[in-house]
């Protein structure tokens, strides 16, 4: 199959490319930098260069392509970031159309049923409705859990005050993935028969901060490592503080407010999938603490 691929050499999208290389598909990977060209070749990929809200590039690009793997970047600078999204969305579902491509797999986001009061999540809701709106057109929604990799945010936190934590407490529930588990999830619906358009969550693991905070501990030799739960004014200063952009900051503390509610895991616990990652806390946790000493 011809496979268009975003998100250029990511955490998701660089397994994701390597996998459907290996399968024998033919891909095409975006990036919106140049630089990437060469890496994103030397995974077997040719690369497509430009940016996802110019809609006649993407309609170039996506013409003549079997399926899809679509997901909105970060921007941390975004004056609005759920216009940002919004406009993204749009673009995508615009070169959809004009293209003809009728197979798309969409990176989504456990709290994606909600519409507010979820961060930066909210903008990704008002993707799955955007792409719900394509008519004739297949879609799986993947709505990954927390990333693992977002407790990298942690680590100056604890190596300067000996604690990690957040706007929930030490016995909050986290549902968390990796995302080499998101890829492969992925990678699987592209290659699978689907009609219509339905939601696949994945997940890797599941464990309360506290559980989260002991194994980070223990596989940094920090074994009595505490969870501390801040007030929502205390996150928002620190992270203020370390220079995270306002519209970022209000996000984060939104979606740490979904967590403490426990609202945002809601609609998963309805639809668990039968299976799940391979990635494990412990695995994680290794792989923390070679970031964390490098």
Do not use: C
């Not at 290389?21 to 975006?30: E, M, Q, R």
């Not at 989504?108 to 955007?130: F, R, T």
């Not at 297949?138 to 957040?166: D, E, M, P």
């Amino acid at each position: 199959m011809k496979i268009i691929v975003t998100g250029s050499t990511g955490n998701i999208s660089k397994p994701l490319t390597q996998t459907l290389v290996a399968a024998g598909h033919n891909v095409t990977v975006i990036s919106s930098n140049a630089d990437k060209t060469a890496e994103i070749e030397a995974l077997g990929a040719k690369a497509a260069i430009g940016s996802l809200t110019d809609t006649g590039f993407l309609t170039n690009t996506f013409t003549g392509a079997d399926a899809l793997y679509a997901m909105v970047p970060p921007n941390f600078v975004a004056g609005s970031l759920r216009v940002y999204q919004n406009e993204t969305g749009k673009s995508y579902a615009e070169a959809i159309k004009r293209s003809g491509i009728n197979k798309v797999v969409m990176l989504s986001s456990i709290g994606a049923h909600l519409d507010s009061g979820v961060g930066p999540i909210k903008g990704i809701h008002d993707v799955e409705q955007i792409f719900n709106q394509l008519d004739g057109v297949n879609i799986k929604f993947v709505r990954a859990s927390y990333f693992f990799t977002n407790f990298f945010s942690n680590i100056n936190l604890i190596k300067h005050q000996g604690i990690i934590g957040s706007n929930y407490a030490a016995d909050a529930r986290m549902v968390m993935v990796h995302p080499r588990d998101i890829a492969a999830a992925v990678a699987q619906e592209l290659q699978n028969d689907f009609t219509g358009k339905s939601v696949r969550y994945i997940v890797s693991a599941e464990a309360t901060t506290g559980q989260v905070a002991a194994a980070l501990g223990q596989a940094i030799g920090q074994p009595n490592l505490p969870w501390v739960e801040f007030t929502d004014q205390q996150l928002e200063a620190g992270l203020l503080q370390a220079g995270v952009p306002a519209e970022m900051t209000g996000n984060y503390v939104e979606m740490g407010t979904a967590i403490r509610s426990t609202k945002l895991w809601e609609d998963y616990d309805k639809h668990k999938p039968a299976s799940s990652g391979k990635v494990t806390l412990q695995d994680f946790a290794e792989e923390f603490a070679a970031v964390y000493k490098a």
